[in-house]
């Protein structure tokens, strides 16, 4: 586990809309080994992360096209221009939790090179045949060690380092495939104590979104929302928390038995997009009862269980995504990546919570 970190100093080249800054010192490559593919199995990509800097560099990696672990979204899929649906997973995210398995570490003049099997990740069968563009993810969050500033002031610098796209021919049988991980049964919910928590947890998101949704009618844009959103559309964000705060579906699941192996370090949570069914990791178990932000817990900690899974049910219910990760990075988002992502929702609601609820 990271016991002290601080915020990496990265040389930009040029100015970014939001937190993130490009950097001459990263530069990515991807390559296919074939832009004719008919077989959609052999449908792999290969992206090489260059350190061009002086030091090293430490990179959160899920998310992005670092991660060859856990099926989230390393690319942007289109097909003659329009997006191709994700089917993988959206993934919650700990940085006090995470350990150096969550990161890649890539040395001053070093290489990482990563494969990518992307057949199980999109829904390529509604989308048939034909030309697809694949954009890697590259907006990386950057941590490095230090003795000077303590776990609890974690932040981690946000970069864009620009990429080459790969448009790919795919034919063939394009079925959806079943996602590739180790899977493995772990029901940790047979507890009733553990069910009792995620129930009350789930009453205390809904109960947020509820809140969130009503400051932003009674207050409009004022500097709270502006500070989270800058120039959405107040309609656009009240829609989201409204549709957390009537979620009602009698299929989605919300459980803790991970059976896709995905609760590795530092892991709260995650969403399996084709479902929407809903997971949380054992170390949500630490959470505290949103009430606790009455009494002493920080907003910017993301450690209340409601804003946790009212993250989640933004995925569910409102498809957003994993952007950047820490309330103080989510304020840097431009407009538009402010709107769809989901950690955005959670610290604005549980500071709302803060500023109304006590």
Do not use: W
Request: charged share 15%; hydrophobic share 35%.
């Amino acid at each position: 586990m990271f016991s002290k970190l601080f915020v990496a100093i990265v040389c930009a080249s040029a100015a970014l809309a939001g937190p993130f800054k490009r950097t001459s010192n990263l530069s990515v490559n991807v390559a296919a080994p074939s832009t004719d593919v008919t077989l959609l199995d052999n449908l792999k990509l290969t992206a090489s992360v260059t350190n061009n800097g002086l030091e090293s560099v430490k990179i959160l990696k899920y998310g992005t096209i670092l991660d060859d672990g856990l099926p989230t979204q390393s690319f942007g899929v289109t097909k003659e221009g329009a997006e191709v649906p994700f089917t993988g997973i959206r993934v919650q995210v700990s940085l006090t939790d995470a350990d150096d398995s969550a990161y890649v570490v890539i040395p001053a003049g070093e290489t990482v090179t990563v494969s990518h099997d992307v057949s199980s990740l999109f829904d390529f069968e509604s989308a048939g045949a034909g030309a697809f563009t694949f954009e890697p993810r590259t907006n990386f969050q950057i941590a490095a060690e230090s003795e000077e500033v303590a776990a609890a002031f974690i932040e981690h610098d946000a970069i864009q380092v620009t990429a080459n796209k790969v448009d790919i021919h795919l034919s063939g049988e394009l079925s959806k495939r079943e996602l590739k991980l180790n899977k493995r049964t772990r029901d940790t919910c047979t507890n009733a104590s553990q069910k009792s928590f995620i129930d009350a947890a789930y009453s205390e998101a809904r109960t947020l979104a509820s809140r969130a949704a009503s400051y932003i009618s009674s207050n409009g844009a004022d500097s709270l929302f502006t500070s989270y959103y800058k120039t959405t559309s107040t309609t656009t964000v009240r829609n989201v928390f409204t549709n957390v705060a009537n979620e009602n579906s009698s299929t989605r699941t919300l459980g803790c038995a991970d059976t896709l192996g995905a609760c590795t370090s530092g892991v709260i949570a995650y969403t399996i997009v084709s479902n929407t069914n809903m997971v949380v990791c054992s170390i949500f178990f630490n959470e505290v009862a949103d009430s606790n932000l009455c009494r002493g817990t920080s907003v910017a900690s993301r450690n209340a269980r409601g804003g946790t899974i009212l993250h989640e049910l933004t995925h569910a219910t409102s498809g957003t995504s994993d952007i950047i990760y820490g309330c103080s990075s989510d304020q840097g988002l431009s407009a538009s990546n402010a709107a769809r992502n989901a950690d955005n929702y959670n610290c604005f609601s549980t500071q709302v919570f803060a500023n109304t609820g006590c």
